[in-house]
């Protein structure tokens, strides 16, 4: 996950992943991961295309779409 993070230029130690988590929470299922606001126009490109792709990326994608509907 902190290397996701980093790729998508945010803050990636832990502490700053479950900050940015629990402040981004719960994202609602009508909502894909990519149409959340808090993306800015380059990220949300990146995690369409990891999931469009099934790219390298697409499992830590998945599990951080996961951590933001719990």
């Known amino acids: 996950m902190?290397?996701?993070?980093a790729q998508l230029g945010l803050p990636n130690t832990?502490?700053?992943i479950s900050h940015f988590i629990r402040t981004h929470r719960p994202?609602?299922?009508s909502m894909t991961l990519e149409q959340a606001p808090f993306w800015n126009t380059g990220q949300a490109?990146?995690?369409?295309?990891?999931?469009?792709?099934?790219?390298?990326w697409s499992e830590l994608v998945d599990q951080l779409d996961a951590r933001l509907r719990n």
């Open 2 to 5: 902190n290397d996701l993070f």
């Open 27 to 29: 994202l609602p299922e």
């Open 14 to 16: 832990d502490d700053e």
């Open 45 to 56: 490109q990146f995690i369409h295309e990891a999931l469009q792709d099934d790219s390298d």
